[in-house]
C-alpha cells in the first residue's frame, strides 16, 4: 500500500478548522463506480465534483473525503485531520472523519436495486489500516471501534455502505493491539440517541438489530428516533437467559419474563418459529 500525499494540491490545503479531539466518529463511504471504471478512478477524477455540487458545499469546495482507498488499495490523502468537510453532505459537522473506497458497495435500495458491494479485500486491508492510523492520531484506542460508522448512520446517509463494519472494525481492533474479535457490548440499560444518529446505527453499536429495537421501545415498524429519545436497550429489564423445562411454551417464556414472543423470536433468531426444546437456552431481553 503506497499513500500519497495531496493535501498541497487537493481540497485540503487550508487553515485548520477543529482540534483532533473534536472527532468523534470515521464514516465509511463509497465513490459508486463500476468495476470496468475503478482501475482508473482517483481523487484527481472526483474533485470537480466535490467542487461544483451544492450537496458538497460548492462553491467554497467543502466537499471530499480525507483519504480514498483506490481499486489497487493504494490511497489518496486529500485533506489533513483537522479539516472539516461536506463528505456527510453537512458542513456544520466537526465531529467526522471521512474515508471512501472507490466502487459501489451500498445496502439494498428501493430505487436503485439490489445491494452491491464491488470493494476488494486488498482494498479493505488497505481501509483498515488507513483507519487504525487515523485513530492512533486522534488518541483512540481498540476499544473506540464502535466510532467507525457508515455514511447510512449518518444523518441522509441513505444506502451508503454496504461494508461490513464488524469485520472492519475487528481488522482495525487487531492492528491498534485489541485480541480476538470486538466483545459484544454488555447486554442491558438504555441508549439516549445524540444528533446524526440512526436506528441502524445504534442497534450495530450495541450488538442488536433494528427489529429488537423496535419491539423494546413500541416503534412498531417505524425507524424514527429523536435527539435525546432513551432507547432500552436487550437486557434492560433483568436480562440473562432461560433454560427450557418440559411442559414449558414460548408464549408461557415471555409472560414469566415480561416480554414479548415477538422479541424472544428475535433474540433468539427463531425466525417466526415457536418450536422450542427443553434444555434449549434462550436468550431474554
Known amino acids: 500500500m503506497n499513500v500519497t500525499n495531496r493535501i498541497s494540491t487537493a481540497l485540503g490545503n487550508g487553515a485548520n478548522e477543529r482540534q483532533l479531539n473534536q472527532i468523534q466518529r470515521i464514516v465509511i463511504h463509497h465513490t459508486v463506480a463500476t468495476r470496468a471504471q475503478q482501475p482508473n478512478v482517483t481523487s484527481a477524477n472526483l474533485e470537480n465534483g466535490w467542487r461544483t455540487s451544492t450537496g458538497m458545499g460548492a462553491p467554497n469546495a467543502r466537499g471530499g473525503y480525507h483519504e480514498i482507498v483506490l481499486f489497487s488499495g493504494n490511497v489518496d490523502r486529500n485533506m489533513q485531520d483537522e479539516r472539516r468537510t461536506w ?11 471521512h474515508i471512501a473506497a472507490v466502487g459501489t458497495h451500498r445496502i439494498a435500495s428501493p430505487t436503485l436495486g439490489a445491494a452491491e458491494n464491488n470493494i476488494t479485500q486488498t482494498q479493505l486491508d488497505s481501509m483498515a489500516n488507513r483507519i487504525a492510523a487515523a485513530m492512533r492520531r486522534f488518541g483512540w484506542s481498540a476499544n473506540n471501534v464502535d466510532r467507525i460508522v457508515a455514511h447510512r448512520d449518518i444523518s441522509g ?14 481488522a482495525v481492533r487487531a492492528l491498534l493491539g485489541g485480541s480476538g474479535p470486538t466483545p459484544p457490548p454488555p447486554t442491558g440499560g438504555t441508549h439516549t440517541v445524540r444528533a446524526g444518529e440512526t436506528l441502524w446505527g445504534i442497534a450495530q453499536m450495541h450488538n442488536t438489530t433494528v427489529a429488537i429495537l423496535q419491539q423494546l421501545n413500541n416503534l412498531g415498524t417505524s425507524t424514527t428516533i429523536q435527539v435525546g429519545q432513551v432507547l432500552r436497550l436487550p437486557g434492560g429489564s433483568g436480562g440473562g437467559t432461560h433454560t427450557v423445562r418440559a411442559g414449558e411454551t414460548l ?21 417466526t418459529s415457536t418450536t422450542i426444546q427443553v434444555g434449549q437456552v434462550l436468550r431474554l431481553p
Open 251 to 271: 408464549w408461557g417464556i415471555a409472560q414469566m419474563h415480561n416480554t414479548t414472543v415477538a422479541i424472544l423470536q428475535q433474540l433468539n433468531n427463531l425466525g
Open 87 to 97: 463528505g456527510a453532505g453537512d458542513g456544520s459537522r466537526f465531529d467526522l472523519w
Open 157 to 170: 446517509g441513505g444506502y451508503c455502505t454496504n461494508i461490513n463494519l464488524t469485520n472492519l472494525r475487528n
